[in-house]
């Protein structure tokens, strides 16, 4: 069973065009104040005041959209990082819960449960990240 699109290319009609997943929805940008992210298929990017960090799993909430993944949150701090400059990178505890459009989202250090933050995130915002001097 084939059908023709317009291209003359086949398409198989037991195929079914399915929904995006949760998973799926929320790649692309999501921002607040104080944060910025980016989730893509290959990780996510996270811009904070005076750090940054990244996640390298996947996201997957689950059926109330709940989610807590791993990462690297990297502090940073004013003035130019020299070349030599050893990160002060450490594992961290990403949990949130999306709502739609929105997310919550608190970071944990793994290294002594020390609570970074709770961070309020849109989707499709670019956030409100002013880095520090």
């Known amino acids: 069973n084939a059908t023709c699109n317009r ?5 198989n009609s ?7 997943t949760l998973t799926e929805r929320l790649r692309g940008q999501w921002g607040g104040a104080d944060i910025s992210m980016t989730i893509a298929d290959d990780g996510t990017q996270i811009e904070f005041g005076c750090a940054h960090g990244h996640i390298d799993e996947q ?3 689950d ?3 709940k989610f807590s993944v791993k990462g690297i949150y990297v502090r940073e701090h004013g003035g130019p990082i020299r ?3 050893a990160q002060d990178q450490q594992r ?5 819960t ?10 944990t250090l793994d290294d002594g449960n020390l609570g970074i933050g709770s961070f309020k995130l849109e989707r ?5 990240v002013h880095k520090c001097m």
């Open 7 to 11: 291209s003359g290319a086949t398409k």
């Open 14 to 20: 037991n195929a079914h065009d399915s929904t995006p």
């Open 92 to 96: 961290a505890t990403y949990k949130g």
């Open 59 to 61: 996201i997957n909430p």
């Open 63 to 65: 059926s109330e959209g």
């Open 124 to 128: 499709g915002k670019s956030g409100r």
């Open 83 to 85: 070349n030599d400059e």
């Open 98 to 107: 999306v709502e739609g459009e929105k997310m919550t989202l608190s970071v």
